[in-house]
């Protein structure tokens, strides 16, 4: 099929590489048609395209299709001439969705094929995370990797702000959170934390200490920028493991034993302290970020502190829990009856599964992808993020700088499919999408993240929104490598590509 369409491209007097099956652009679009002729990149730019804003004319192009809305809303027509663009959508996000197209074709190519695309994306959540806990980028690196995002039809942008070796949002009711553990005396992560237990802090204004935090004025500017971007910000707020940091500027949230308990990470879930401080918090975050939702990670407590603890114990009597799973379930779904109470919805790595799911909660499954499945029959919304494929500080060449994990090679990553036999039709729409996640133990610098990021990035953009029938490992590889080459010119560090 692919050979009869170039041959009656190429009939029409197109080049060759004009009457390539797919266009040169990640994600590739869902419908793609070559015309005749093309137009310079300095022509097309030259002016103004033409747009209609008619969800009627969009669907009449769609030929009965049938998009569900928020498809419809990302969705666009794109017809380039040689006179120049016209994008017709149904609303603004596919306006945005079609100049991304149009600007990825004039940052890859000078001369552009003249075409026609009809495009909307598969899966509604097409995200990046980034843990700004253990290494901090800052500001100018996020509105970077977003401006990238956008150019990839990315759509979520998931901030892991809080973690053991620093705290880094502001938080009024708590100005020791950023004052005391935003900073510490070592700069990289593994010389600070030895044999899992994290070292001192140090207080901000410290001389040469290593860290740093966003401001609520730094939050409204990435808002802003990524607002602009049609990119939601989650925020993710870790509890109620992962809090060594928590427990160092207030030492009287650890359990009641000695030194706080054998595990340094662990808020006392007995004590009622440690809800008001998270509650608190919480509602500050709310402030600050309009996302619906609210990432209360869960994830890798280990709950040992807790079943020793007499407040723990006590909580658990009062409330008749039976185990160390289900007093962690009564704290997720004590979070998410707050959050809710604020209009605000839950996620939660995949851990929050144990000792009973929170009602309305949406999972993030990273143990693979059994944890997610379940969570889907369970009736529940899913992202996966499956650590073999999507754990983006995980090697993708054995020989690369500082290598960890299990290799995750561009490949591996292009190959992860979210909807097979075992989701059900009827479930299939619980399936939320995708995300890759930049844990940063080992990343300390700006171009270290980036050639983990890029080209792997490319990969997730196009499961999340390329159709299944559409993804094609060769002509990805084909497509990899030119953006590859545009983005280190437009500024990126992109890993090189393994021949
Ligand atoms: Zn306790």
């Given at each position: 099929?692919?050979?009869?369409?170039?041959?009656?491209?190429?009939?029409?007097?197109?080049?060759?590489?004009?009457?390539?099956?797919?266009?040169?652009?990640?994600?590739?679009?869902?419908?793609?048609?070559?015309?005749?002729?093309?137009?310079?990149?300095?022509?097309?730019?030259?002016?103004?395209?033409?747009?209609?804003?008619?969800?009627?004319?969009?669907?009449?192009?769609?030929?009965?299709?049938?998009?569900?809305?928020?498809?419809?809303?990302?969705?666009y027509?794109?017809?380039?001439?040689?006179?120049?663009?016209?994008?017709?959508?149904?609303?603004?996000?596919?306006?945005?969705?079609a100049?991304?197209?149009?600007?990825?074709?004039?940052?890859?190519?000078?001369?552009?094929?003249?075409?026609?695309?009809?495009?909307?994306?598969?899966?509604?959540?097409?995200?990046?995370?980034?843990?700004?806990?253990?290494?901090?980028?800052?500001k100018?690196?996020?509105?970077?990797?977003?401006?990238?995002?956008?150019?990839?039809?990315?759509?979520?942008?998931?901030?892991?702000?809080?973690?053991?070796?620093?705290?880094?949002?502001?938080?009024?009711?708590?100005?020791?959170?950023?004052?005391?553990t935003?900073?510490?005396?070592?700069?990289?992560?593994?010389?600070?934390?030895?044999?899992?237990?994290?070292?001192?802090?140090?207080?901000?204004?410290?001389?040469?200490?290593?860290?740093?935090?966003y401001?609520?004025?730094?939050?409204?500017?990435?808002?802003?920028?990524?607002?602009?971007?049609?990119?939601?910000?989650?925020?993710?707020?870790?509890?109620?493991?992962?809090?060594?940091?928590?427990?160092?500027?207030?030492p009287?949230?650890?359990?009641?034993?000695?030194?706080?308990?054998?595990?340094?990470w662990?808020?006392?879930?007995?004590?009622?302290?440690?809800?008001?401080?998270?509650?608190?918090?919480?509602?500050?975050?709310?402030?600050?970020?309009?996302?619906?939702?609210?990432?209360?990670?869960?994830?890798?407590?280990?709950?040992?502190?807790?079943?020793?603890?007499?407040d723990?114990?006590?909580?658990?009597?009062?409330?008749?829990?039976?185990?160390?799973?289900?007093?962690?379930?009564?704290?997720?779904?004590?979070?998410?009856?707050?959050?809710h109470?604020?209009?605000?919805?839950?996620?939660?790595?995949?851990?929050?599964?144990?000792?009973?799911?929170?009602?309305?909660?949406?999972?993030m499954?990273?143990?693979?992808?059994?944890?997610?499945?379940?969570?889907?029959?369970?009736?529940?919304?899913?992202?996966?993020?499956?650590?073999?494929?999507?754990?983006?500080?995980?090697?993708?060449?054995?020989?690369?700088?500082?290598?960890?994990?299990?290799?995750?090679?561009?490949?591996?990553?292009?190959?992860?499919e979210?909807?097979?036999?075992?989701?059900?039709?009827?479930?299939?729409?619980?399936?939320?999408g995708?995300?890759?996640?930049?844990?940063?133990?080992?990343?300390?610098?700006?171009?270290?993240?980036?050639?983990?990021?890029?080209?792997?990035?490319?990969?997730i953009?196009?499961?999340?929104?390329?159709?299944?029938?559409?993804?094609?490992?060769?002509?990805?590889?084909?497509?990899?490598?030119?953006?590859?080459?545009?983005?280190?010119?437009?500024?990126?560090?992109?890993?090189?590509?393994?021949?």
């Open positions: 099929m692919k050979g009869i369409l170039i041959a009656l491209a190429l009939a029409l007097g197109l080049t060759e590489a004009q009457a390539q099956a797919q266009p040169n652009l990640i994600p590739a679009p869902a419908g793609y048609s070559v015309r005749p002729g093309s137009i310079s990149r300095d022509k097309l730019f030259g002016q103004a395209e033409k747009v209609s804003i008619s969800p009627k004319t969009l669907i009449r192009h769609l030929e009965g299709r049938n998009l569900a809305d928020w498809q419809l809303k990302s969705a027509l794109l017809e380039l001439s040689k006179k120049g663009a016209k994008i017709v959508a149904a609303h603004e996000e596919g306006v945005f969705n100049r991304q197209t149009l600007r990825m074709m004039a940052l890859v190519d000078s001369s552009l094929t003249c075409c026609t695309i009809l495009d909307w994306p598969r899966f509604r959540y097409r995200g990046v995370m980034l843990d700004e806990s253990r290494h901090f980028q800052g100018a690196f996020v509105m970077k990797q977003l401006e990238m995002m956008a150019l990839l039809k990315m759509n979520r942008f998931h901030f892991h702000l809080v973690d053991n070796p620093g705290w880094r949002v502001q938080i009024d009711a708590y100005p020791r959170l950023t004052n005391l935003a900073w510490r005396p070592q700069a990289f992560f593994w010389d600070w934390e030895k044999n899992e237990i994290g070292g001192p802090f140090v207080e901000e204004g410290t001389p040469e200490a290593y860290g740093g935090y401001t609520k004025q730094d939050i409204a500017e990435i808002l802003s920028f990524a607002d602009e971007r049609h990119i939601e910000v989650i925020p993710e707020i870790e509890m109620p493991g992962h809090n060594y940091e928590t427990r160092y500027a207030f009287e949230l650890a359990c009641s034993l000695p030194g706080g308990g054998k595990d340094p662990e808020l006392c879930l007995g004590k009622e302290s440690t809800f008001e401080l998270l509650e608190k918090v919480l509602l500050e975050v709310f402030e600050m970020f309009p996302s619906k939702y609210i990432h209360i990670g869960g994830d890798e407590a280990r709950k040992n502190n807790w079943r020793l603890c007499p723990c114990q006590a909580r658990m009597k009062a409330e008749g829990l039976k185990s160390a799973e289900e007093l962690q379930s009564y704290m997720i779904r004590r979070m998410e009856r707050f959050a109470e604020h209009g605000k919805r839950i996620i939660g790595w995949d851990e929050i599964l144990q000792g009973g799911l929170a009602p309305d909660a949406t999972v499954s990273w143990h693979g992808i059994d944890a997610g499945l379940q969570a889907v029959k369970q009736g529940h919304d899913v992202i996966f993020t499956p650590t073999h494929y999507f754990y983006l500080d995980y090697h993708q060449d054995p020989a690369q700088f500082r290598p960890v994990g299990r290799l995750v090679s561009l490949e591996k990553v292009y190959s992860f979210p909807i097979t036999e075992k989701v059900s039709e009827a479930d299939a729409h619980h399936v939320l995708v995300q890759g996640n930049l844990w940063t133990e080992h990343i300390q610098d700006a171009w270290h993240a980036e050639i983990m990021l890029y080209p792997r990035v490319f990969a953009a196009e499961t999340g929104w390329s159709q299944a029938e559409r993804k094609d490992w060769p002509d990805f590889e084909r497509r990899a490598s030119s953006l590859s080459e545009t983005a280190r010119e437009w500024g990126y560090w992109v890993y090189p590509m393994m021949p």
